[in-house]
């Protein structure tokens, strides 16, 4: 995009003013005079119309705009990133699955995907089912309230995964526990 004196071999421009007015056909100097005058710059928005189309506009703005937009849109995909939970074996202890849960938890309230792996060694190849109820029994169900299972329990090999993805109204979910708790505590102190 051309700006101000950097738009050469031009006699004539179509001229936008800074409120998104059409001004009409104008002689160039005249369109660089009406941006010069406004302490804003003349920026050649469509150069291959005939005659080109120009547009009063503070360009460092315009800038910083489209930068703010392009850094929004990025933190929105970012945030449905995929993350893992991997598990050795269906044999794991309750407070090691209460870790692995905890995590599981942050990663969906921060908006993740989840994908929970759980291994398979030598004879638990033959117990599947014992592994499908541990991820659903232990994983699925207790993040009922932020999650929804987007894949079942698939088994690949040795290993079998399922998908986790976060509920549709995920904030609102979470401003009610954060108030639920509130009110409790609230109630906690009054009863002391």
Do not use: W
């Not at 050649?44 to 460092?60: L, T």
């Not at 592994?131 to 994983?139: D, N, Q």
């Amino acid at each position: 995009m051309r700006l101000n004196d950097a738009i050469k071999g031009v006699e004539e421009v179509r001229l936008i003013d800074e409120d998104g007015e059409m001004v009409g056909v104008v002689p160039f100097a005249k369109a660089l005079e009406i941006a010069t005058s406004s302490d804003l710059d003349l920026c050649e928005i469509s150069p291959n119309a005939a005659p080109p189309v120009c547009r009063v506009m503070d360009f460092g703005k315009y800038l910083y705009q489209q930068k703010k937009k392009e850094h929004d849109n990025q933190k929105k995909t970012l945030g449905h990133e995929m993350k893992q939970i991997r598990i050795k074996s269906f044999r794991i202890d309750e407070h090691d699955i209460s870790i692995k849960l905890k995590a599981t938890r942050k990663f969906i309230e921060s908006e993740h995907r989840v994908l929970v792996t759980l291994m398979f060694r030598a004879r638990e190849n033959d117990h599947p089912e014992l592994g499908r109820e541990l991820l659903v029994e232990k994983f699925a169900k207790p993040l009922e309230d932020v999650a929804v299972v987007t894949a079942p329990p698939r088994k690949e090999g040795r290993r079998m995964s399922m998908t986790l993805a976060p509920v549709a109204n995920l904030a609102k979910v979470l401003k009610q526990r954060k108030d639920d708790e509130a009110k409790k505590a609230k109630a906690q102190e009054e009863v002391e």
